[in-house]
């Protein structure tokens, strides 16, 4: 089991806090390394993940740009053919829909198609949106759609210290790699050793262990999976909850070992489940398990449109609640349904406070 | 030849380029019945003036970017032939091991960025490379270049008008290069453009432009230097919108003058002012006869590479997914 917390250091650092210092630190030791996108150098730093970076480099590696996000992600990416390491920043991962053939129809294949003449060391950086009001468009998590496709990494960190971790190496890695954030993540906190280190993409965590039940958290669903877990444990359930971190390459050993144990298995996506990356999960533990395989489950964003108002939103969203209501049923299929009696909303979620 | 008339070391290499670009693509087109080519190929036969033109004005360090028409580009640049020709055979010892084909041709080497397939796709790569070459940090005068060629259909894609914002906004060491043919596939600019004033409207970004309409080579590659010397001197981009004309099928080998939607008529004024043809009755016969006599010996060189060559192992399929 590996946890993300490193005895050698203390600090607590948020996962804004580890954004930033990833990056500044990589834009030291590696003068090929910018940061371009709207609005990265204004004085809210892409709420505070570019904050200062622009005072400390200059508008030479922290640009802003043009709304022009289709031009702006084949520029980056021939940045990155001439040797570069751009980071192009996205506020939200709904305007990754206007790179979309930049990222897939050249970012992905150009190593490839040609020949390995080429290499597309670019980091796409963008953020999944939730809750007061975000709505429609500023709240898809659309990882799956880039899983799907050959040239690419993704990975969703979801503390700061695999904040860090990734976005280093990612910025070190020669491929271009979807970096996906999760906004109410930002406020959260986690030891973070202060010098430079990175995190291994496909190499999953196990952030509690259990026996009865594996949880699978995607980005923000982590940690409602660990709340559920918690309420479980109020009812005898033991679950095993497991972080991706990284979803292409994706760490299936780990995940479908615990399955093998604890013969259930629930992947909780922070986006839909059709086609989803929880159905990827669910299909690829099921392909290796010989005889026994384990039962299975996926919960994710309801099949509707994001709605803003929250009497909506709220059912919208798979929550703790939710969570340890299906896994309950899942591990005693026989008794009567049972759901926690618990605030449906985590404190730090309600803390926020929009706009955005 | 418009006062341009160049210097004997310029006409020779000039029609040396025009020829191997023309023959090499004959050459295609007579081999493609044969299904020993495995790629779509879009042929330029009738437009090599532009390439050869822009290129002769580009240094060796300088890098250009093409689309899938690319081999006039390609060749103009001096990507090197019998990997070009084994790439569209589909051979382990192509340009990209057999990935490629026609439409993806790269040698970046030869300064040769590769090629897309998807229309207006390579004109922000371009700028990218060009934006990375302006960090270079080399003194004024000495900088590299990109010259990223497109046809008159990309210049419809929001990408083209993105990317010159950008380019001009932040003086990048790009040259523009349209080749307008007139046609996407089969679609006439009157289907399409509502004014044909593409240099107006590219004008209106601060790029300065420069419309050549008759084709000849020596008009462009003149304009092609004094753009890019501009361009070194740190001055930002240029465009230039070269009119010419595909004279065979959008896709294929064979020409389509009975398809319906263009006249033989049409081609012949362009045929009639044939780069190859003009600057080839320029030279000495003697020359000429030398030089056609070299660029027949490389492409049958190169279709024998190609012919010769090895499959690429099967396992080469899970290579290059990554970088390392
Ligand atoms: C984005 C995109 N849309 C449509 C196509 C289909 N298509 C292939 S070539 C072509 C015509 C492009 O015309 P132009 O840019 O003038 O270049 P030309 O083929 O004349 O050299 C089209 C529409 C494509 N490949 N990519």
Not at chain 1, 23 to 47: R, S, T
Not at chain 2, 249 to 274: F, I, K
Request: aromatic share 8%; with cysteine; charged share 20%.
């Amino acid at each position: 089991m590996s946890t993300p917390t490193d005895p050698s250091s203390q600090r607590s650092l948020s996962y804004v806090g580890a954004l930033n210092e990833a990056v500044e630190q990589e834009m030291d030791l590696d003068p090929g390394v910018f940061v371009i996108g709207l609005n990265v150098d204004d004085h809210k730093g892409i709420q505070g993940t570019t904050q200062g970076l622009f005072d400390k480099f200059g508008p030479d590696r922290v640009m802003d740009t043009p709304l022009s996000e289709d031009a702006v992600t084949g520029i980056s990416i021939g940045a990155a053919m001439a040797g570069m390491r751009p980071i192009h920043v996205h506020i939200r991962m709904d305007f990754l829909l206007l790179c979309m053939n930049q990222l897939i129809n050249m970012a992905a294949k150009a190593h490839y198609m040609y020949g390995g003449q080429t290499k597309v060391p670019l980091v796409v950086r963008s953020i999944i949106g939730k809750s007061w009001g975000q709505g429609a468009q500023h709240s898809q998590g659309l990882h799956s759609m880039f899983m799907h496709v050959p040239g690419l990494k993704v990975v969703a960190p979801t503390n700061a210290y695999d904040a860090k971790g990734c976005l280093t190496a990612a910025i070190r890695d020669n491929n271009p790699v979807i970096f996906v954030e999760h906004r109410l993540l930002y406020s959260t906190e986690a030891p973070v050793p202060e010098a430079p280190y990175t995190v291994e993409f496909g190499k999953a965590r196990v952030v509690g262990q259990g026996t009865d039940i594996t949880l699978v958290g995607i980005s923000y669903m982590l940690v409602e999976c660990l709340r559920a877990r918690e309420l479980l444990a109020e009812v005898g359930i033991s679950a095993e909850v497991i972080d991706p971190v990284s979803l292409m390459p994706l760490d299936v050993d780990t995940i479908a070992a615990s399955a093998g144990r604890t013969g259930n298995l629930l992947v909780v996506d922070n986006a839909w489940t059709v086609a989803g990356a929880g159905s990827e999960i669910v299909a690829a533990v099921c392909e290796r398990a010989t005889g026994n395989a384990p039962v299975v489950g996926r919960m994710g964003y309801a099949p509707t449109t994001c709605p803003t108002t929250p009497v909506l939103e709220k059912d919208f969203y798979p929550n703790a609640t939710t969570i340890a209501a299906r896994a309950f049923a899942m591990v005693r299929p026989g008794d009567k349904p049972w759901s926690p009696d618990a605030e449906p909303t985590l404190p730090h979620e309600a803390a926020f406070k929009g706009p955005f | 030849m418009s006062g341009n008339t160049p210097d004997p070391e310029t006409l020779a290499r000039v029609y040396r380029s025009l020829r191997l670009i023309r023959r090499t693509e004959e050459e295609i087109a007579r081999l493609y019945p044969s299904d020993k080519i495995k790629s779509p190929v879009h042929l330029s036969i009738g437009q090599e003036s532009v390439s050869v033109g822009v290129c002769d004005a580009l240094n060796d360090d300088d890098m250009m970017s093409a689309t899938y028409r690319g081999h006039a580009a390609y060749l103009a640049k001096g990507g090197d032939l019998n990997q070009m020709m084994a790439e569209l055979y589909g051979k382990g010892t192509g340009g990209a091991g057999g990935k490629a084909g026609s439409m993806h041709l790269v040698d970046m080497k030869a300064g040769v960025l590769g090629m897309s397939a998807v229309v207006g796709t390579t004109i922000p790569i371009a700028a990218g490379y060009a934006f990375a070459m302006k960090r270079e940090g080399r003194p004024s005068g000495e900088g590299r270049i990109t010259a990223g060629f497109f046809g008159d259909g990309a210049t419809e894609e929001g990408v083209f008008s993105e990317t010159l914002n950008f380019a001009a906004l932040h003086k990048l060491p790009i040259l523009f290069v349209c080749e307008n043919n007139g046609f996407a596939i089969h679609s006439p600019l009157s289907n399409r453009w509502a004014t044909e004033a593409l240099c107006e409207r590219v004008r209106t970004y601060g790029i300065p432009t420069h419309e050549i309409d008759d084709a000849d080579v020596f008009t462009i590659r003149r304009t092609a230097v004094d753009a890019i010397q501009a361009i070194r001197a740190g001055e930002g981009p240029q465009f230039m919108e070269c009119k010419t004309y595909r004279w065979r099928e959008h896709v294929g080998p064979g020409e389509d003058y009975d398809d319906d939607y263009r006249t033989r008529d049409e081609l012949a004024p362009w045929q009639e002012n044939d780069a190859m043809a003009t600057t080839g009755e320029m030279l000495d016969a003697a020359e000429r006869d030398a030089i056609d006599k070299d660029v027949e010996q490389r492409i049958a060189e190169a279709i024998a590479f190609a012919e010769q060559s090895p499959w690429p192992e099967p396992e080469e399929l899970f290579s290059h997914v990554y970088a390392d």
